[in-house]
């Protein structure tokens, strides 16, 4: 079955310091693979992406998420922590359906960061 | 100007009752969705439509009815309203299908 997983539901780091958040897939052929961050109370906000290429991708607001094909991971990456980079984070993956595709989404993880 | 809107963003009714959630986007894309966000944030596609089309539709009940009156919209209606259709419903757009999605404000629908 084609699924994206977020083993952590909530992930705390002191401002600053550096931060990961997990995602694991599993897909039908090449994976398209998406981060996306929430806001409280706001949509879902398109963070970056990989389709292909460099297995480092950048986003946005200083973002970076690494393709690791063997351990078939996307883990979301920020050097430094904000307090501002608080809220929800979702990985996604794009799923074949029938003659079409979705983009189906893992159970979002929290990122807290302590001041 | 918003991208993607929705309206309304709060709706509260009773049980039994049918109700209808608005989408409008203004960024030209081809393919609309309805997405519903549960109290534990899982969030699931329900419809997606590609110029009109309809060509997704999950195990969604037959009370949810999307439609298309043309590209830039997409409503939903609902039927006979239950408790656990409480939740927060997303309208998003991209520009062809499973591509990077644009996500309205959200819907919260609560049902007592």
Redesign the interface.
Known sequence: AQSVAQPEDQVNVAEGNPLTVKCTYSVSGNP?L?W?V?YP??????LL?YITGDNLVKGSYGFEAEFNKSQTSFHLKKPSALVSDSA?Y?CAV??L?S???????G??TRLSIRP | DTA?SQTPKYLVTQMGNDKSIKCEQNLGHDTMYWYKQDS??????MF?Y?NKEL??NETVPNRFSPKSPDKAHLNLHINSLELGDSAVY?C?SSQG??N???????SRLTVL
């Open positions: 398209y998406f996306y929430q109370n706001r949509g879902l906000q398109f992406k929800l979702f794009r799923a359906y003659s079409a595709s979705k983009i189906i989404f159970s979002g | 993607v534990k944030k899982f969030l699931k596609i997606s590609n060509i997704i997303f998003a299908g499973a990077v999605l644009t996500f309205g404000a959200g």
